[in-house]
């Protein structure tokens, strides 16, 4: 059988399937998190002419964390997440999924069906298409041909679309299309496409960029209902939201293409080298 991947912008099909009806209990085969961690960095470097955009960097996630990672720009966010995901190919190091899948052996179609989800700044959903549908496009399930005509949702998939739209706060929006939501509701209906695929690890970078207030602060408490279903990784210049979800998790500082600091919101906040490289006085 095959599945619909988010990878990048796109959808791509592949391997697998899983119907199961509570989002982040899907478990990729040969992903073991025995050790408590699921995402390993050590020692990457990645260079651009000679730039390193990643100086040794080495950090862990563990299962069900929510992680954030803050620096100022050019320190390196987007190339990390462009590693995990495969996007970009380090120089030196390693990265693993678990204790036993190497990230840097696989492409970004691979990393995709292991278990990572990412999503980027600026959302992409299928504009034309309703909530329903988007949530409905992005389901695991045979995409082929010959079966996709055929297909008819059952109750159970019916009930696990109902469950995302309720938890991405897009209630009542189900038939209205994708195009007419506000900015934040499009994010919403983003990482409820993520949630369809029933990733083991998501990454974010900047997902209240451009929101307002409210919506920030709305995706903040979905964030929070998410920690220890799925293990996440927020990259995000917005300090208030940062520490709404850090709450007692931590925080790593990145500078340089290295952790500058790792600590709970407060100890970054305190730290003399933060405050000079990224938070000012």
Known sequence: MSEVVKAGEKYVSGDHADYGVSYGRFKPDGVDTSHGAILYLDDITVSFD???????????????????????????????????????????????????????????????????????QRPTVFEQHSVFENLELAMKMDKRVRPSLFFRLNSEQRDKIDEIIRLIRLNGQETRQAGLLSHGQK???????????????????????????????????????????????????????????????????????????????????????????????
């Open 50 to 120: 000679g730039f390193k955009a990643l100086n040794k960097l080495t950090l862990d996630i563990s299962v069900g964390e929510l992680r954030c990672i803050i620096g100022p720009n050019g320190a390196g966010k987007t190339t990390m997440m462009d590693v995990i995901t495969g996007k970009t190919k380090p120089g030196s190091g390693t990265v693993f999924f678990g204790q036993s899948i190497d990230l840097s052996k696989m492409n970004e179609v691979q990393i995709a069906h292991a278990g990572i989800g990412r999503k980027f």
């Open 187 to 281: 994010q919403w209906l983003e990482i409820g496409m993520l949630l369809m695929q029933e990733p083991e690890l998501i990454l974010l970078d900047e997902p209240v960029a451009g929101m307002s207030d409210a919506e920030t602060a709305r995706t903040a408490e979905l964030l929070n209902e998410l920690r220890g279903k799925h293990s996440i990784m927020v990259v995000e210049h917005d300090m208030g939201f940062v520490t709404e979800i850090a709450q007692q998790g931590k925080v790593t500082v990145l500078h340089e293409g290295s952790v500058l600091a790792e600590g709970t919101m407060q100890q970054v906040q305190a730290d003399e080298r933060v405050i000079e490289v990224y938070l000012g006085r």
